[in-house]
């Protein structure tokens, strides 16, 4: 089991910034396919970015596209969500994952065996 922990979340602004950061314990994120995720209230938990093994691929939801950016550092220990121009509807839980997932699940929760704890984002005036 890969230990992943969140940090970064917050109160913030509608039309404010965030850096959520994933930080791999005893593993680097060199050998996995990363995701974030999150889950509001009473919602099914939802892709937000993902991004391959090798980094070349990323994928973005639709409602995030252009605004958020998953990326990696060169250690290979920490993975980021840039998260910009942030609405109220980006308020919930976000996750970060790791696995070795097909292509077809790399941006889907069945995709992942591995998570974080979650940390909440919360945008609001």
């Known amino acids: 089991q890969l230990q992943l922990v969140e940090s970064g979340g917050g109160l913030v602004r509608p039309g404010g910034s965030l850096t959520l950061t994933c930080t791999a314990l005893?593993?680097?994120?060199?050998?996995?396919?990363v995701a974030w995720f999150r889950q509001a209230p009473g919602m099914e938990r939802e892709g937000v970015a993902c991004m391959s093994v090798s980094g070349n691929t990323k994928r973005y939801a639709g409602s995030v596209n252009g605004r958020f950016t998953i990326s990696r550092d060169g250690s290979g220990t920490k993975v980021y969500l840039q998260m910009n121009n942030l609405t109220p509807e980006d308020t919930a839980r976000y996750y970060c994952?790791?696995?070795?997932?097909?292509?077809?699940?790399?941006?889907?929760?069945?995709?992942?065996?591995?998570w974080g704890q979650g940390t909440q984002v919360t945008v609001s005036s």
């Open positions: 994952a790791a696995d070795i997932p097909t292509v077809q699940t790399m941006c889907e929760p069945s995709g992942y065996d591995n």
């Open positions: 005893g593993f680097w994120f060199d050998n996995y396919a």
